[in-house]
């Protein structure tokens, strides 16, 4: 399998050394040299909000115009976001669906098999929706050579980052526009994202300023399409509507991504296969304080504070919250909700025993339980089921064992933790999972 890539590495490499020189040459020829040109726009839409179909989808009929719209497979359905519906409906108008990652993850700061579950597994399941989803765009326009390397791994043509063209106060120097084709199609240059500060005339200047000098192809990042729903990243659909009027009447041409970077539709690659084991049980490595393949979570209006002790079961350490004070939601340490590298992997259908030990003070009756999420195959992370509650222990250790239903279909890893919804304090340890 490996050996199959190796012509895209190579590929990419060459590209990596085109890019660079590009980075370095083409801004001192487009200053003196470039004689005005053409310039294609791209609108491209990031993060999958509703807006996007409620607010967008209209101007761009209006207007008779196409654009790319960025979507996380794991947040369709979620509140405020597009549904898979939605994304079909766009789809079947014309609109180019592209990928995203799974759970809008920042790449570089995952593993290898991380970064190719939230990259592969993301267009596999748009794919699995009948979509042609060739192109991609990085979160928080975050990536690395190696990260372009999985992108193209994946199937995709191109991936957009943000930033790279020249923006008012913002990368003085570098180019105006990407060349079409772009020397590194893993690394397409857009102008900074569109933000609540981002006038029309901004927009304008963007197009105007590429077409004096050599023109090329100017991608243009947006998120939000509102009025006062989002406080940095958004545009209003009047500043939207008159930028698609303005383009119009001068006949600038508008085009998805897809249509200016081309390519076959190829086969979907899934990610590598997720753990099925309980990694770090002990809570004994550790970064920064918070146990390796654990994170800190809760919800809610409480105060709260987290000590990584050596009050420990078994072993050195193990993790106490303390909640001080409480209006609503939780505090409690679950196995990280990741796309792999931690989370343990489950079967639909079977059921699982989770266990912990614990000791605590909290309030009697209060309902301290064993907590459960699944992630579903889009990589969304979903609270399921919980325990019966626990009574305070507080010196001695007690173990807290729960038996889950069968796994519901469409699930395929799991998370849990001792949930802490009071004033109290909780110590945890020794966590288990086995299959029933």
């Given at each position: 399998?490996?050996?199959r890539?190796?012509?895209?590495r190579?590929?990419?490499a060459?590209?990596?050394?085109?890019?660079?020189?590009?980075?370095?040459?083409?801004?001192?020829?487009?200053?003196?040299?470039?004689?005005?040109?053409?310039?294609?726009?791209?609108?491209?839409?990031?993060?999958?909000?509703?807006?996007?179909?409620t607010?967008?989808?209209?101007?761009?009929?209006?207007?008779?115009?196409?654009?790319?719209?960025?979507v996380?497979?794991?947040?369709?359905?979620?509140?405020?976001?597009?549904?898979?519906?939605q994304?079909?409906?766009?789809?079947?108008?014309?609109?180019?669906?592209?990928?995203?990652?799974?759970?809008?993850?920042?790449?570089?700061?995952?593993?290898?098999?991380?970064?190719?579950?939230?990259?592969?597994?993301?267009?596999?399941?748009?794919?699995?929706?009948?979509?042609?989803?060739?192109?991609?765009?990085?979160?928080?326009?975050?990536?690395?050579?190696?990260?372009?390397?999985?992108?193209?791994?994946?199937?995709?043509?191109?991936?957009?980052?943000?930033?790279?063209l020249?923006?008012?106060?913002?990368?003085?120097?570098?180019?105006?526009?990407?060349?079409?084709?772009?020397?590194?199609?893993?690394?397409?240059?857009?102008?900074?994202?569109?933000?609540?500060?981002?006038?029309?005339?901004?927009?304008q200047?963007?197009?105007?300023?590429a077409?004096?000098?050599g023109?090329?192809?100017v991608?243009?990042?947006?998120h939000?399409?509102?009025?006062?729903?989002e406080?940095?990243?958004?545009?209003?659909?009047?500043?939207?509507?008159?930028?698609?009027d303005w383009?119009?009447?001068?006949?600038?041409?508008?085009a998805?991504?897809?249509?200016?970077?081309?390519?076959?539709l190829?086969?979907?690659?899934?990610?590598?296969?997720?753990?099925?084991?309980?990694?770090?049980?002990?809570?004994?490595?550790?970064?920064?304080?918070?146990?390796?393949?654990?994170?800190?979570?809760?919800?809610?209006?409480?105060?709260?504070?987290?000590?990584?002790?050596?009050?420990?079961?078994?072993?050195?350490?193990?993790?106490?919250?303390?909640?001080?004070?409480y209006?609503?939601?939780?505090?409690?340490?679950?196995?990280?909700?990741?796309?792999?590298?931690?989370?343990?992997?489950?079967?639909?259908?079977?059921?699982?025993?989770?266990?912990l030990?614990?000791?605590?003070?909290?309030?009697a009756?209060?309902?301290?339980?064993?907590?459960?999420?699944?992630?579903?195959?889009?990589g969304?992370?979903?609270?399921?089921?919980?325990?019966?509650?626990?009574?305070?222990?507080?010196?001695?250790?007690?173990?807290?064992?729960?038996?889950t239903?069968?796994?519901?279909?469409?699930?395929t890893?799991?998370?849990?933790?001792?949930?802490?919804?009071?004033?109290g304090?909780?110590t945890?340890?020794?966590?288990?999972l086995?299959?029933?």
């Amino acid at each position: 399998m490996k050996r199959r890539h190796l012509p895209v590495r190579a590929k990419l490499a060459a590209l990596a050394v085109l890019a660079a020189l590009a980075a370095v040459l083409l801004p001192a020829a487009t200053a003196a040299h470039a004689a005005p040109g053409p310039v294609t726009v791209s609108l491209t839409f990031d993060d999958g909000t509703a807006d996007h179909f409620t607010t967008v989808k209209p101007i761009l009929d209006d207007h008779g115009m196409k654009a790319t719209f960025y979507v996380n497979s794991g947040r369709l359905g979620d509140a405020g976001h597009l549904t898979a519906a939605q994304v079909k409906q766009l789809a079947a108008g014309g609109q180019e669906i592209g990928g995203h990652t799974a759970t809008h993850a920042r790449l570089p700061d995952l593993s290898p098999d991380d970064q190719r579950r939230e990259i592969c597994n993301d267009r596999v399941t748009l794919l699995n929706l009948g979509l042609s989803v060739k192109n991609f765009a990085y979160p928080f326009g975050a990536d690395t050579a190696a990260t372009q390397g999985y992108v193209a791994d994946c199937g995709y043509n191109s991936a957009r980052d943000v930033g790279g063209l020249v923006t008012p106060g913002s990368c003085s120097g570098c180019p105006y526009a990407n060349a079409v084709p772009p020397p590194n199609p893993y690394a397409v240059r857009t102008n900074d994202s569109v933000t609540t500060s981002t006038t029309l005339a901004t927009l304008q200047g963007y197009v105007t300023r590429a077409e004096a000098n050599g023109g090329g192809w100017v991608p243009i990042v947006l998120h939000h399409v509102c009025n006062g729903c989002e406080p940095t990243y958004a545009t209003t659909p009047a500043i939207l509507d008159a930028f698609l009027d303005w383009l119009a009447a001068r006949g600038t041409a508008v085009a998805t991504v897809n249509a200016v970077i081309g390519g076959p539709l190829r086969p979907g690659v899934p990610g590598p296969a997720p753990t099925s084991t309980l990694q770090n049980a002990s809570l004994e490595a550790s970064s920064d304080g918070v146990p390796t393949c654990f994170q800190l979570g809760g919800y809610g209006t409480n105060t709260y504070s987290w000590t990584y002790t050596t009050d420990a079961h078994t072993g050195s350490r193990a993790e106490r919250v303390a909640v001080t004070s409480y209006t609503d939601g939780d505090r409690k340490l679950v196995t990280r909700q990741d796309t792999g590298a931690c989370a343990p992997a489950v079967t639909a259908g079977r059921s699982y025993t989770l266990g912990l030990w614990f000791k605590g003070s909290w309030p009697a009756g209060a309902p301290v339980k064993i907590s459960v999420a699944l992630r579903g195959t889009g990589g969304a992370w979903a609270y399921w089921t919980s325990s019966s509650a626990y009574a305070p222990s507080p010196s001695v250790w007690q173990h807290a064992v729960f038996t889950t239903p069968a796994v519901p279909s469409g699930n395929t890893a799991i998370s849990f933790g001792l949930s802490l919804p009071a004033v109290g304090n909780a110590t945890v340890d020794d966590f288990s999972l086995v299959q029933t």
